[in-house]
């Protein structure tokens, strides 16, 4: 009886305590997302607060062209006039580089709610995505004045539009999006919902704020919106605003003098040009193209549509002071998932079982010989920079284009690092080998990486085109 009686009271004691900590847990919780909620409310209360007071005037900064110089034309290696492998050490300047940096995050935690809520739908570069918006939209806006534009703010500071916040939030963390393909899914959504483009444009800016990002509003001639992103890359061919030591660039065709409302969110980011992971856009195939090289390498592959759709509306520009950053911004986004299944295997024999020396050689004559050159401005009407899939689709590419696409496919197929070599006029190579090979060279971080150059047709590794000047090379380091 005593037994019985002790495992009841353990028992109750057990049930008492295991209900005590539930309710402390949920408590707990319901707090916490209290206090998450309230943080947001309280930027965003801040934000409105701006909204009425805190405009200035600016004028725009002149817009920055995108740099042109006169393109080095490919050569022809003879080797029946250089048979002896040179080896020359190249003295070279560095190209600063951004760091990649983490995603932008809310200054608090976006929870999904129980709000009555309707389905918004947009296709984005193949993916069909659905939005949970609220029932009817909480605000509009017959003009621009300080005191509507705050008033509409506080309507999307509600609860009712939380889970289109968190939405966009998971579409942006499932499919990989980068700053910028974020951005436009952003706008397709808030064009879906308001048909009116000032309201449009505001609601971009919400729940591109709010999603950690650094953004300005702006009014023209006193009745049109703008959004003006901030960041620490400058766009070609585009007028921008300087606010406190940060360039401020508008997304639609923008100049003059403006009004600008300089409110801030806490801990905003600025917007980056890196891709730093794979767009993951629906599979799309276009024809098939075969490259076939001197060497006897050959290879075909097909390119996701959605994929150069997405990089045909891609911004470029560089990052400091040097263009030289643009091409990193080329050179290190990842190769599609559908290229690297379909095209790396067949690339993968010339490296397989092989010294690096002569893998590496195959894939430099594949880029060189396998690969029609043409100057861009007879393509495009101007300068143009690749993404690596962009040169497996399209029928010319240039220097650049070729050592963009040299450099990502030996560093995922060999694992070995590279960097841009870039000259006056030319873009090129190096790799850092772990075998001793002769040639052409430059010392990096205390390691010594050799010239390969898929523009010098023909030439093996280690032999710097004719005609370089050594003395003006730089380096452009590489993820």
């Known amino acids: 009886m005593r037994h019985r009686l002790l495992v009841i009271l353990l028992t109750a004691s057990v049930c008492a305590f295991s209900q005590s900590a539930e309710e402390w847990y949920n408590s707990f919780k319901e707090q916490a997302l209290k206090d998450y909620a309230d943080f947001r409310d309280k930027a965003n209360a801040d934000y409105a607060g701006f909204l009425r007071a805190a405009w200035e005037f600016y004028s725009a900064d002149p817009a920055i062209e995108q740099p042109k110089e006169e393109p080095v034309p490919p050569v022809i290696f003879d080797d029946k006039e250089e048979q002896e492998q040179q080896e020359q050490e190249i003295k070279v300047n560095v190209v600063p580089q951004p760091k990649p940096q983490p995603k932008p995050q809310p200054v608090a935690p976006v929870i999904e709610n129980n709000q009555q809520t309707r389905t918004i739908k947009i296709t984005f570069y193949g993916l069909e995505l659905s939005f949970r918006a609220p029932k009817t939209n909480a605000f509009s806006l017959p003009n621009v004045q300080k005191e509507q534009l705050a008033k509409a703010w506080e309507s999307m500071a509600s609860e009712e539009y939380v889970n289109l916040l968190f939405d966009c939030l998971s579409a942006r963390n499932e499919y990989k999006l980068c700053d910028w393909s974020y951005l436009m899914m952003l706008q397709k959504v808030a064009q879906a919902i308001h048909r009116n483009a000032n309201e449009a444009t505001l609601m971009q800016a919400f729940l591109y704020a709010n999603s950690g990002y650094k953004m300005r509003l702006a009014v023209s001639n006193g009745r049109n919106l703008h959004l003006l992103v901030g960041s620490d890359y400058i766009f070609y061919n585009r007028s921008y605003y300087t606010i406190d030591g940060v360039k401020y660039f508008p997304l639609d065709d923008l100049n003059g003098r403006i009004s600008i409302c300089d409110g801030s969110f806490q801990d905003e980011k600025a917007f980056s040009l890196l891709i730093t992971e794979e767009q993951r856009f629906p599979y799309a195939p276009v024809a098939m193209q075969t490259r076939k090289a001197q060497c006897g390498l050959s290879a075909s592959c097909s390119i996701n549509k959605n994929l150069i759709d997405f990089y045909n509306n891609y911004p470029t520009g560089q990052y400091g002071d040097d263009f030289g950053t643009r091409w990193a911004a080329y050179a290190d986004a990842p190769m599609d998932e559908s290229i690297r299944k379909e095209l790396y295997p067949q690339l993968q024999t010339a490296v397989r079982g092989v010294p690096e020396s002569k893998g590496a050689g195959q894939l430099l ?59 006056p006029g030319h873009l090129a190579t190096a790799v850092a080998f772990n075998e001793d090979i002769k040639g052409d060279y430059l010392t990096y971080k205390g390691r010594k990486y050799i010239v390969c150059d898929p523009t010098y047709i023909g030439a093996g590794i280690g032999r710097t085109m004719p005609g370089m000047n050594n003395q003006e090379a730089k380096i452009i380091p590489l993820q």
């Open 365 to 423: 004559n594949w880029v060189q010989t396998a690969f029609e050159y043409e100057y861009d401005d007879n393509v495009w009407g101007g300068d143009r920079a690749f993404f690596p899939a962009e040169s497996l689709h399209y029928p010319y590419c240039d220097c650049e284009d070729r050592s963009i696409l040299f450099s990502r496919i030996v560093r995922d197929l060999m694992g070995l690092d590279v960097v841009l070599l870039y000259y």
